[in-house]
Nanobody, 122 residues
Framework: QVPLVESGGGLVQPGGSLRLSCRAS???????????MGWYRQTPGKGRELVAD???????TYADSVKGRFTISRDNSRKTIWLRMDSLKPEDTAVYFC?????????????WGQGTQVTVSS
């Protein structure tokens, strides 16, 4: 497995913003370019849910709950993806996981980062 290194989580007030980043530190660049990269989140007692993902050519998918508030992006030359989160709500509180998978692997499969905690609270 190729390590995925996440950063950027933390505590933020409702209405605030955060930006998460995830770098595939040891991925071969040509291979990284083929991955579908994504962000999932998980709260206690629940399974991981897709937040957003992005294909190698920049096609994006978002969960309905985050559309218009979150933006996923990637820079293949830096083997990095980001999740910009605006207008955060308490219900966005979760552990956020970076994910990478080949297109032949179903959503929810592939490799995972260690997770980063996002807490939205006043």
């Amino acid at each position: 497995q190729v390590p995925l290194v996440e950063s950027g989580g933390g505590l933020v007030q409702p209405g605030g913003s955060l930006r998460l980043s995830c770098r595939a530190s040891r991925a071969i660049l040509s291979t990284f370019n083929t991955y579908i990269m994504g962000w999932y989140r998980q709260t206690p007692g629940k399974g991981r849910e897709l937040v957003a993902d992005i294909t190698r050519d920049g096609t994006t998918t978002y969960a309905d709950s985050v559309k218009g508030r979150f933006t996923i992006s990637r820079d293949n030359s830096r083997k990095t993806i980001w999740l910009r989160m605006d207008s955060l709500k308490p219900e966005d509180t979760a552990v956020y996981f970076c994910n990478q998978r080949f297109a032949s692997i179903s959503a929810g499969g592939g490799s995972w980062g260690q997770g980063t905690q996002v807490t939205v609270s006043s």
